[in-house]
Nanobody, 127 residues
Framework: QVQLVESGGGLVQAGGSLRLSCAAS????????LGWFRQAPGKTRQFVAG????????RYADSVKGRFTISRDNARNTVSLEMNSLKPEDTAVYYC????????????????????WGKGTLVTVSS
């Protein structure tokens, strides 16, 4: 069992930056691949960024490549999302998610396969 708690959301002007963090409780954090997803009002949840258990592999949605950076600290059981050059279309609730990967060097991008979810943190980007 893994519990995830996101923090760091808020209101920011376009062009600004935010750093989201996700703290995990439970055992074997390093056995999980992690990801950030987001859901805007009236839209389906979409993949934003993912990272393998070792942080050796990362993937990003095309819409955030070059602006967002995902990282993890297995010693501290945390995963972060650094968001720069924010745009109004980045406005959404951002969710941290984990999926058991048994230390396979793989990044999961499909929200349907994720095992655990946080409750989300709201990011609002004003124009």
């Amino acid at each position: 069992q893994v519990q995830l708690v996101e923090s760091g959301g808020g209101l920011v002007q376009a062009g600004g930056s935010l750093r989201l963090s996700c703290a995990a409780s439970g055992r074997s954090f390093s056995n999980y691949a992690l990801g950030w997803f987001r859901q805007a009002p009236g839209k389906t949840r979409q993949f934003v960024a993912g990272i393998s258990w070792s942080a050796g592999s990362t993937r990003y949605a095309d819409s955030v490549k070059g602006r967002f950076t995902i990282s993890r600290d297995n010693a501290r059981n945390t995963v972060s999302l650094e968001m720069n050059s924010l745009k109004p279309e980045d406005t959404a609730v951002y969710y941290c998610a984990a999926v058991w990967s048994a230390r396979a060097e793989y990044v999961f991008t499909n929200y349907n396969v994720m095992d655990y979810w946080g409750k989300g943190t709201l990011v609002t980007v004003s124009s």
